[in-house]
């Protein structure tokens, strides 16, 4: 395994100007690159002991229903994103532990 990567400052407004770009449709091979290298710092910063919980389980832990959840998700685009980059998919069951990681990382 290689050398444990950081994410810095200006990964993250690297990040959000590369989402911007691809939300307009207008990022180039070179962009999709540094998005890439950059997701792949994220993903590599983030614990891989936390287990999958199925959308029932996280819910209830947040005292939420199912539905209400996953609304919440949705409305909030940053979390989304970053959920999106995490390889998620509306219809999925079950969050993998980046997702979950990312899901406490944002509402604690």
């Keep these: 395994m290689?050398?444990?990567?950081?994410?810095n400052s200006q990964d993250v407004h690297r990040w959000v100007e590369l989402l911007e770009q691809l939300r307009n449709?207008?990022?180039?091979?070179?962009?999709?690159d540094a998005l890439?290298?950059?997701?792949?710092?994220?993903?590599?910063g983030l614990s891989k002991?936390?287990?999958?919980?199925?959308?029932?389980?996280?819910?209830t832990q947040y005292k939420m229903s199912v539905k209400?959840?996953?609304?919440?998700?949705?409305?909030d685009e940053e979390l989304y994103d970053y959920?999106?980059?995490a390889g998620y998919d509306k219809?999925?069951?079950i969050f993998t532990p980046?997702?979950?990681?990312?899901i406490k990382k944002h509402f604690g």
Excluded at 36 to 44: E, F, G, R, V
Excluded at 68 to 75: D, S, Y
């Design 91 to 93: 219809n999925q069951r």
């Design 36 to 44: 890439s290298d950059i997701i792949t710092k994220l993903n590599d």
């Design 25 to 32: 449709k207008t990022t180039s091979k070179q962009d999709y």
């Design 98 to 102: 980046k997702q979950i990681e990312i």
């Design 68 to 75: 209400g959840f996953i609304k919440l998700l949705r409305q």
């Design 83 to 85: 959920l999106i980059l």
């Design 49 to 59: 002991t936390t287990p999958c919980i199925g959308k029932t389980q996280l819910a």
């Design 2 to 7: 290689g050398k444990k990567q950081t994410i």
